[in-house]
């Protein structure tokens, strides 16, 4: 079964440093991975996904992942953070086998102070 | 902009009350997935409908869940009856069926709150 890991609850960053969300994961199967964003009391929005090609994604609003699977990880960054960027996210994996069951880790709250 | 559109958005009601959620999946989406979002448990996969088909409902208390599809535009999920530990936020979300790899696309939720 497959499962994601999300390393720390809350991260706390100041605007225009740098942003680094912890992911690992665990699959017995070559994994897709997705970050996805949610902003207070809205749906969840993707950021990005890995499907086995480019093991460097780049996503929308400047963020990036890079997929590592001597470390399992699949780590979120961006260079510089905005205050929009306060939200929850999360790290996804999904099955490649067919069906789309995806699986969340528990979330990551991303606190940016002025 | 295509989106997902879920009602109601909020909902209050008392335990053994009949809750229906409705949600309207992308135009042209053919798979439809519900989750249930809580502080304790975070985000679960309710069930899976693929044209309109139900896959998977396998994380649903089927005792009082079921989900339904009466046809490509509208899903519904209804909780009878509901009890106090079913408060939640209730996410719809569709794609296009190509498999794992494909985008889900979140509807805005509707929260649920059992007196």
């Known amino acids: 079964a497959q499962s994601v890991t999300q390393l720390d609850s809350h991260v706390s960053v100041s605007e225009g440093t740098p942003v680094l969300l912890r992911c690992n994961y665990s699959s017995s199967y070559s994994p897709s991975l997705f970050w996805y964003v949610q902003h207070p009391n809205k749906g969840l929005q993707l950021l990005l996904k890995y499907t086995s090609a480019a093991t460097l994604v780049k996503g929308i609003n400047g963020f990036e992942a890079e997929f590592k699977k001597s470390e399992t990880s699949f780590h979120l960054t961006k260079p510089s953070a905005h205050m929009s960027d306060a939200a929850e996210y999360f790290c996804v994996v999904s099955d490649q086998r067919g069906f789309q069951k995806l699986v969340f880790g528990t979330g990551t709250r991303l606190l940016v102070s002025p | 902009d295509a989106r997902v559109t879920q009602t109601p958005r909020h909902k209050v009601t008392e335990m053994g009350q009949e809750v229906t959620m409705r949600c309207q999946p992308i135009l042209g989406h053919n798979t439809v997935f519900w989750y249930r979002q809580t502080m304790m448990q975070g985000l679960e996969l309710l069930a899976y409908f693929r044209n309109r088909a139900p896959l998977d409902d396998s994380g649903m208390p089927k005792d009082r869940f079921s989900a339904e599809m009466p046809d490509a535009t509208l899903a519904t999920l209804k909780i009878q009856p509901s009890e106090p530990r079913d408060s939640a936020v209730y996410f719809c979300?569709?794609?296009?069926?190509?498999?794992?790899?494909?985008?889900?696309?979140f509807g805005p939720g509707t929260r649920l709150t059992v007196l």
């Open positions: 979300a569709s794609g296009q069926g190509q498999g794992a790899t494909d985008t889900q696309y």
